[in-house]
């Protein structure tokens, strides 16, 4: 079918009753091009000022009910051919009209789906098609609102391949050659047999035809057939995380219609003893879990935007990603397939049981296949995928009916695809939620021989902090018995916070296989150590690699004090990101990830964190997912002479920490001291650097320097060059600076910009976590000395950024759109 964008010339407002419009109450429409959230352009507040889990959830962004509109022609010539309007996702409870008329609906806001349109069109004239889309206390986490990702128009004839109708496989790969099998379904809504040739061509990178082959088909009137041909690629040059190679189909059906698609060619093994296995090698996943919005951008889906988080967090040592909760878009699917970014894509975060008032749990009974089908048929053929989760924490896992609706899931998706391993992140608190008082009288298995007779009153009595709770529950006799056939029906036991069982599994179920599909950022190292020694589990994944609007502060830092002697999980408006990533929101690396950098092995150099000195000496008092309340910066005005901490992370026996060339003395570093150590000293300006050993021989240093003089404003664009089209943006980075480049961190001022040319600015932002300020406005105050503007192109041309601020001179950054 050919298929056109349909993101331009829509328009948006909050949605009206009809009654009070007759009454006179009229919000008009205003212009807007997709993917579009309108969530993120309400006006955040805290219910009567209060902190609520509900708020905080949504970072206090209101829900509620917007309608999109679009007029567009229909020409003559569609009359008799077949006319879908395709949406990669609405979020929620979409419904569609058009010209007035009821065309279809969606409850689940992940899931793509097409509208059967041809039957409402108005042939040679001018038509309306209307989507309404409602959120409201549906989430746990920030999900935006409206039509966010894109749009497409489909028009085709009567006999067709059908959307998605052209799956890949290759069944048998070595190095001589692979088998490539190709299955295209085939459509005929006429009322006459029709038989076709297909024509199927393989070609590599270069464009080079490297298989052929053509066959014919036959297909009855409202029969669906399925061509499958089986070509032979000499040489294949396979997929893989560090070598990405890509080849395209093109299947022919007569003339009358083709499809094209990207794939590659790779083989998965898994076992308890090698692990996941791509292509012959062991692969242990470095992941990262992250939400699906795009931080300043809200939930809207651009496909810079998706890529652009593939590209830095691969850049920060991750090499898979797991979707959470919800399945990933188009978009980011395409960005991890060019950039070899392998992809655990998860379907749902409730099944029957929900946890929100008007959740997915709603229409999880009847939606459910429908919804499973719709991700397994987008990610098919997406080499990246290697895996499919059913759910996120799911409750009823602890019972024999949840055990009932895993099996069916996980075999719904065996049916659609055999290729690929199925998972569940199963959370073993939440599973035996039901039962915890039974877990007062007794210990978890691993704690058990080392309690004393005075520590046997229950499971509170030696837990640390959560972590060490959720650890020792999911690690219990009642945990290994609920879950049991939970874990079964599945490929890979997917743990959230459990890796006190991965030990304990091994002995117990001798063929599980474990993956961490939720771990606490505080403990990579610890079980980084287990994922390395043993080969039953296949890898880690924090929470979270990419920070995230909602659960708004569960890694924020804390301190004791007498009103707050415990962590809170959440935090007051006007509080707006979870503040757990080892990225924020902006896609700064936070020092988080070069700790977790220098985990993996990926970094030789040591890393210097300081505390802020504002605090030292106070009791931290985090979240398991809280990190520090450090920063990569040595520029503290008004502390001079003062006391700080200083954490340096690295992987050598010891680390040196020198201020202004004066030695603060040694500390040992490495695996055995948890990969980090801690100087005390006070703040002089000038030059902060730290310098690591390993029998003696240095193998690397890092050092921070203090920002001095003038406050200078810098703008760089991120790519000088972008396209018009395809969903591409321009980023770029603010930054206030001295002389030498060095980042002003302790100077923040609100920086004002202005967008002329070939483009328009979509959202200005920072990653300041406690702010009111809008992502729409045209002015931002900066954050440790950085801001954040993304332009939008509207066509060929240059776009120009004008950036100002309180004094600094008065800077442009110009981005050429071809």
């Not at 990702?149 to 190095?175: F, H, Q, S």
């Not at 890509?246 to 998965?268: H, K, N, P, S, W």
């Not at 977790?596 to 970094?603: H, K, S």
């Not at 398991?624 to 026996?653: K, L, M, N, Q």
Request: contains cysteine; charged residues 25%.
């Amino acid at each position: 079918m050919i298929r056109t964008s349909f993101n331009d010339a829509w328009q948006v407002r909050p949605k009206v009753n009809p009654f009070a419009e007759l009454s006179g109450h009229v919000v008009p429409f205003r212009p807007v091009t997709l993917p579009h959230d309108a969530m993120i352009e309400q006006r955040r507040a805290a219910p009567d000022g209060e902190v609520t889990m509900d708020g905080a959830a949504g970072a206090y962004f209101p829900g509620g009910v917007f309608e999109y509109r679009k007029t567009f022609a229909v020409p003559e010539e569609y009359r008799g051919r077949r006319v879908f309007v395709e949406f990669e996702g609405v979020y929620r409870d979409a419904t569609v009209y058009i010209n007035g008329d009821y065309a279809g609906q969606r409850p689940y806001g992940y899931s793509q789906f097409r509208i059967d349109a041809d039957r409402f069109l108005r042939f040679g004239e001018d038509n309306e098609i209307r989507v309404e889309a409602r959120a409201h206390r549906d989430s746990r986490w920030y999900t935006g609102a409206g039509i966010y990702r894109d749009t497409w128009l489909l028009v085709g004839e009567v006999v067709r391949i059908v959307p998605d109708g052209v799956r890949i496989t290759t069944p048998d790969v070595d190095a001589s050659r692979a088998v490539v099998e190709v299955a295209t379904e085939v459509v005929n809504d006429s009322i006459e047999v029709r038989t076709l040739p297909v024509v199927t061509e393989l070609r590599d990178a270069s464009g080079a035809v490297v298989a052929s082959d053509v066959s014919r088909v036959t297909v009855l009137p409202g029969e669906p057939a399925t061509v499958r041909q089986r070509l032979y690629v000499p040489s294949p040059a396979r997929w893989s995380p560090e070598a990405p190679h890509l080849y395209g189909c093109r299947v022919a059906l007569g003339e009358v219609d083709e499809e094209q698609v990207t794939f590659g060619i790779r083989t998965l093994r898994l076992d308890p003893e090698h692990g996941l296995r791509v292509n012959g090698e062991t692969v242990k996943l470095r992941g990262a879990c992250i939400h699906h919005d795009n931080g300043i951008l809200g939930a809207a889906t651009w496909a810079r935007a998706e890529e652009r988080r593939v590209e830095l967090l691969k850049d920060a040592g991750f090499n898979a990603i797991r979707m959470s909760h919800q399945p990933m878009s188009k978009p980011m699917l395409d960005a991890c397939d060019r950039l070899g970014m392998l992809v655990v894509d998860e379907a749902f975060d409730v099944w029957t049981s929900g946890k929100s008032e008007f959740d997915y749990s709603l229409n999880f009974p009847e939606w459910w296949e429908r919804d499973i089908e719709a991700m397994v048929a987008k990610d098919v053929n997406h080499p990246s995928v290697i895996m499919y989760s059913i759910g996120n924490e799911i409750p009823e896992t602890g019972s024999p009916f949840g055990a009932a609706w895993g099996r069916r899931l996980a075999e719904k998706v065996r049916s659609l695809d055999p290729t690929r391993y199925v998972t569940n992140a199963v959370n073993g608190l939440l599973a035996v939620m039901s039962e915890l008082g039974a877990l007062m009288q007794q210990q978890p298995q691993d704690k058990a021989a080392d309690a004393g007779e005075g520590e046997q009153k229950g499971i509170n009595t030696f837990m640390a902090d959560a972590g060490d709770m959720m650890n020792a529950i999911s690690a219990s006799d009642l945990v290994t018995q609920k879950t049991a056939e939970s874990f079964a029906v599945l490929d890979v036991a997917g743990m959230n916070y459990a890796e006190a069982r991965y030990v304990l599994d091994r002995d117990l179920f001798p063929n599980r296989i474990i993956l961490g599909t939720e771990t606490f950022p505080t403990r990579v190292d610890g079980n980084w150590r287990l994922v390395e020694q043993h080969g039953h589990v296949i890898g880690d994944f924090t929470w979270t690699g990419w920070d995230y609007l909602g659960e708004v502060g569960i890694g924020r830092p804390q301190y004791v004090t007498p009103a707050t002697p415990a962590p809170s999980h959440t935090a007051p408006y006007p509080y707006l990101v979870a503040g757990c990533g080892d990225l924020d929101i902006t896609g700064h690396r936070r020092p988080a990830s070069y700790y977790r950098e220098i985990v993996f092995g990926l970094r030789a150099e040591p890393y210097i964190a300081v505390r802020r000195p504002e605090h030292h000496g106070k009791a931290a008092a985090g979240t398991p997912w809280a990190w520090s309340d450090s920063i990569a910066g040595w520029t503290w005005p008004g502390f001079e002479g003062a006391p700080v901490a200083i954490e340096v992370y690295g992987d050598a026996d010891e680390v040196e920490l020198l201020v202004n060339g004066g030695s603060s003395g040694r500390q040992p570093v490495g695996e055995d001291h948890r990969f980090r150590t801690e100087f005390d000293t006070v703040y002089e300006p000038g030059e902060l650097l730290a310098v690591a050993y390993r029998d003696g021989v240095e193998t690397g240093r890092h050092a921070l320097r203090s920002a001095t003089g003038p406050v200078g404003l810098r703008a760089e664009a991120e790519r000088p060059v972008i396209e018009a089209g395809g969903g591409d943006l321009a980023y770029v980075t603010l930054a206030l600076v001295d002389a030498d480049g060095t980042l002003h961190t302790s100077a923040d001022r609100p920086v004002r910009v202005e967008v002329s040319g070939a483009g328009v600015l979509l959202g200005l932002g920072s990653a300041d976590p406690w702010t009111e300020e809008p992502f729409g406005s045209t002015e931002r105050l900066t954050y440790e000395g950085r801001a954040l503007a993304v332009l939008r192109p509207t066509g060929p041309g240059k776009i120009r950024l004008t950036a100002t601020a309180e004094g600094c001179e008065p800077v442009d950054v110009v981005v050429t759109v071809e």
